[in-house]
């Protein structure tokens, strides 16, 4: 297992590498002129060259790309060509914010679909089945950026019983400590913004989390009919095992090996995808970031944003490949 993880880690080098130059070069094949988005389309020609001299817009694009990479290996990502500050250091509370959302939104997402594809399978063919495959043909067919409005019509306009944006009340902030909302509430021991954030994560998290419930439901199903056909199944109800120890301890266990992969693939996604959603809510997370990134052309911090992102795809991935071996004893990493 250790050698199996070491030679994944080794791994993430090249990706990585290859991952960079493919976003250095989409990113500078952008249309638009960084110096231009920062000084204005008025600003003189000499004024707009002296812009791109200092933001090194003028060197050749290999150049470029190697100034980027020795940044890299010495943990430097740049700097923001719109507000000249170290991305190492602004992208923190982006990057917090995200993973606290995403979080929240799997948690919901794993919880309700894992439970609702349970016992589809386990009344297989009754209503419950039909209703709930209905409801998750209908989460993963639902566009995010209308059921984020519909949410926020309904619970913060007319019941107004849910924030409709931020992370917390403005009248009450939160100390950013580690970043994360939650966690620096509680070592504050502000217990009144922590029932803030928990509201404010509501809506956002159900939002996103829409997509991957249904997903995982059907997959969840789809498993669980097939590990309730096996002999072992059969032989302990048989022998009078009670039908719930059976789905639960028994069949579950073997059926979570495919939703695992699903779960992992649909973390990664939604820290890179939750753009629509932190739009709408107005969640300052790294979805938002990066789109403000891209219409101001400020290069490095969508290279390194990427990058991140990309970063943790992979080592999710790497987390679900290990938690493999402990759900299943028969699979073993040579």
């Known amino acids: 297992m250790l050698a199996y993880t070491i030679r994944r880690l080794l791994m993430l080098i090249p ?14 094949l952008i249309p638009g ?15 707009l060259d002296n812009m791109r001299e200092e933001l090194g817009l003028n060197d050749p694009l290999i150049v470029q790309y190697k100034n980027y990479m020795v940044g890299l290996l010495t943990g430097d990502l740049g700097r923001s060509i719109k507000t000249k500050a170290p991305i190492s250091q602004e992208i923190k509370p982006y990057l917090a914010a995200t993973i606290e959302l995403t979080f929240f939104a799997m948690v919901f997402a794993i919880i309700i679909g894992v439970n609702a594809g349970i016992i589809a399978a386990w009344k297989h063919n009754s209503w419950f089945d039909y209703i709930a495959m209905l409801v998750a043909l209908i989460g993963v067919s639902m566009p995010v950026f209308w059921l984020g409005l519909m949410e ?6 007319k019941l107004n019983w849910l924030p409709s944006i931020g992370r917390a009340n403005i009248l009450n902030p939160i100390k950013p400590i580690t970043n994360f909302y939650i966690i620096d509430s509680i070592l504050a021991g502000n217990f009144t913004g922590l029932k803030e954030v928990i ?12 997509i991957p419930m249904a ?5 969840t199903r789809s498993s669980m009919l097939e590990v309730m056909k096996s002999d072992y199944v059969r ?3 048989a022998k009078g095992v009670k039908e719930f120890f059976l789905i639960y301890k028994h069949a579950l ?3 979570l090996i ?3 992969t699903v779960v992992g693939l649909q973390i990664g996604m939604l820290l890179g995808g939750a753009v629509l959603t932190e739009t709408i809510f107005a969640w300052p997370g790294i979805g938002k970031y990066l789109y403000d990134a891209i219409s101001m052309r400020d290069y490095p911090v969508i290279q390194s944003g990427i990058l991140v992102i990309a970063t943790m795809f992979v080592i999710i991935n790497l987390i679900v490949d290990l938690l493999y071996s402990a759900i299943d004893p028969r699979i073993r990493y040579r």
């Open 258 to 260: 495919p939703v695992l």
């Open 33 to 47: 002129d960084p110096a231009k988005t920062i000084l204005g389309e008025k600003a003189p020609p000499e004024v």
């Open 235 to 237: 032989t302990a109800k």
């Open 253 to 255: 266990k073997n059926a």
């Open 215 to 219: 997903i995982i439901a059907r997959m």
């Open 15 to 28: 990706v990585l590498i290859g991952m960079s130059l493919l976003v250095f070069s989409i990113v500078h």
């Open 199 to 210: 509201k404010h994560l509501i809506l956002p998290s159900i939002a996103l989390g829409t």
């Open 152 to 157: 926020q019509w309904i619970f913060a306009q």
